[in-house]
């Protein structure tokens, strides 16, 4: 029985992690590349596309070179995402509910 | 009635005086750079943590574009053409009687979106005050890595300050469509489609992302003929793709026309007319439209002008966004950007969470910003909500995950509202069944993906939800249950 309760006792995995907070410490300012940026661009690296100042709008537009796509939907029906099918967005939206109700 | 004048006069100087004595000191230990929801939240906090800050704003109001010509009033507009949709629409079967005609006002209309905006930028001065923050009321040009010009927009003399650390958060603005000439009276940015002076009859927008879709409700709503030309196969860029096609499908119900996978090949305007030229994407076929209105909302690009940030030697990327490092440093560690302007989504909540971490890097050395879990609302009708990964990027990732799902339409609150459209989404690990992203279509979706968020940043798993009690009846059951239906079977469906 015990076993049992042991069985179906539910560990949430969610773990609150309580407060307050101190900033921790021996934390390494080195710079990282930042979390949204493009193929890891570090400021000072000299790898961006323009320095301040310049209108990047006026440079050379980037062209698509050989085998280069910027959109999914330029290339073949196969690379693309599959649309669900009606029938099962409709079954998720009705379902058999609409039947009961 | 001349002592009177005298008496304007003299207050007049005295707050000009004051303003005078706020901007008679030149140093402060962080200088914000713009005044809307990143750079405004950034010099509050600053300010908080004990630092003297100021704040440099150009448009005259705070709260940038979020507040004066974005997300406010677009939610204002969305809210009360939504309300007059349904006095007009939906009533009568729910038993009210409308006698007479309903129609709109559209000038009250205007004036209470303004009335909201108005309220809320001030709302934000106040908080400046009472958390000692200085407002500079100009236009800010960098001279160095260490000072910067502020041009004040009363015209009176530039002054030069001095900033230990700076956070530049100088935002976006509407990325231009090559060959449109837009005048903000017939051929409008989403600037310009807020303040229209009159109802149009037609209207066609460019981009079927969240700002097109919600200003074609908007108008759709009031009887504007809309007409949405989108260049992707599907609206609602990074939305989950059955998601998109469902809100498509419930958007056109409501009356908006699609052109999906069309180009737009040329826009002009001839009188009060507009001229659109569109070219199918696939076939090639030409098609002319002729719009009252021509929205064009294909986007945003990082706003830098007249910054000179080369002075300052930061460093733009080839889509114009300022190049940080992970700690919203650029190469100047007493620089840092946030929003709009820099990497990541152009998104209000985003650039407030930088905003905050800037101030707390400054501060202690450390921030916290997840990236991985910034909710995206579209406020249509009916709301389209979401976080984490959709289906495509989990399949991309080569994670095995789970789906569960629950329809509005099996929930008790949304059936006793009469708005049943729509549906929760849950993905969660296979093995695990750790959240790992939420897609809600229906009403109050923006409000409830905000569980959705607690979830992912605690890391809490489908069942840790399923097992949480939902009071009865909220349309948060159909949340439960959609969790529920990722590991077992909804009760209630």
């Known amino acids: 029985m015990r076993a049992a309760t042991r069985l179906f006792k539910h560990t949430p995995l969610i773990k609150f992690v309580g407060g307050p907070h101190t900033a921790p410490k021996n934390v390494s300012h080195a710079a990282k590349a930042h979390p949204m940026a493009p193929n890891g661009e570090l400021p000072g690296s000299g790898s961006s596309g323009s320095s301040a100042g310049a209108s990047y709008f006026n440079k050379n537009p980037v062209e698509p070179q050989n085998g280069e796509f910027f959109s999914r939907s330029q290339l073949s029906s196969r690379f693309r995402y599959k649309a669900p099918k009606e029938e099962e967005i409709d079954n998720v939206i009705t379902g058999g509910a609409a039947l009961v109700f | ?493």
């Not at chain 2, 969305?78 to 009533?91: A, F, R």
């Open chain 2, 1 to 493: 009635m001349l002592r009177n004048s005298f008496v304007k006069s003299s207050a007049a100087s005295r707050a000009s005086a004051l303003q005078f004595v706020r901007f008679a000191s030149t140093k402060y230990d962080v200088v914000v750079i713009g005044g809307g929801p990143g750079g405004y939240i950034a010099a509050i906090k600053a300010a908080q943590l004990g630092y003297n800050t100021a704040c440099v704003e150009k448009r005259g109001s705070l709260g940038g574009t979020c507040l004066n010509v974005g997300c406010i009033p677009s939610k204002s507009l969305l809210n009360n053409t939504h309300l007059y949709h349904q006095i007009k629409h939906d009533s009568k079967h729910r038993g009210i009687e409308i006698a007479g005609d309903v129609s709109v006002n559209f000038s009250t209309l205007m004036a209470a979106k303004d009335k909201a905006v108005k309220g809320l930028t001030s709302g934000i001065e106040m908080l400046f005050k009472k958390n000692g923050v200085t407002y500079l009321k100009g236009e800010a040009s960098f001279v160095d890595e260490h000072n910067i010009n502020v041009k004040p927009i009363d015209g009176s003399e530039n002054l030069e300050v001095e900033g230990t650390n700076f956070i530049v958060a100088t935002g976006s603005e509407p990325t231009p469509f090559p060959g449109i000439e837009i005048d903000e009276e017939r051929i409008v940015s989403s600037t310009g489609v807020l303040s229209l002076k009159e109802l149009p009859k037609r209207m066609s927008i460019i981009g079927g992302g969240i700002i097109g879709l919600e200003m074609a409700s908007v108008y759709a709503r009031l009887g504007t003929e809309v007409t949405v030309i989108e260049f992707q196969s599907a609206i609602g860029a990074g939305m989950d793709a059955e998601v998109a096609k469902q809100s498509q499908k419930l958007l056109a119900k409501q009356g908006l026309n699609f052109k999906l996978g069309t180009k737009v090949t040329k826009g002009v305007r001839e009188g009060d007319v507009v001229k659109i030229e569109v070219e199918d994407v696939k076939s090639g076929k030409k098609e002319e439209l002729e719009s009252d209105v021509l929205l064009v909302a294909i986007g945003r690009r990082p706003y830098t002008k007249n910054l000179d940030f080369e002075k300052a030697g930061l460093e733009l990327d080839n889509k114009g966004r300022v190049v940080i490092d992970s700690e919203l440093k650029t190469k100047h560690d007493h620089i840092r950007v946030i929003g709009d302007v820099t990497f990541g989504p152009m998104l209000a909540h985003k650039a407030e969470e930088e905003g905050v971490a800037a101030a707390e890097y400054i501060k202690h050395g450390h921030g916290h910003v997840n990236y991985a879990n910034i909710p995206s609302v579209m406020y249509t009708h009916p709301e389209v909500a979401w976080v984490g990964l959709n289906e495509q990027q989990l399949k991309e990732q080569g994670i095995k995950y789970k789906v569960g799902k629950f329809p509005f339409i099996a929930n008790s609150r949304a059936k006793t509202n009469l708005d049943t459209d729509g549906f929760v989404k849950f993905l969660a690990d296979a093995e695990t069944q750790r959240v790992l992203g939420v897609h809600i279509i229906g009403a109050n979706a923006g409000e409830m993906i905000a569980e959705a968020g607690l979830a992912l940043e605690y890391g809490a798993s489908t069942e840790d939800i399923a097992r949480t009690c939902h009071a009865h009846p909220t349309l948060s059951e159909a949340f439960k249950e959609a969790a529920l239906a990722t590991f077992d079977k909804p009760l209630n469906f």
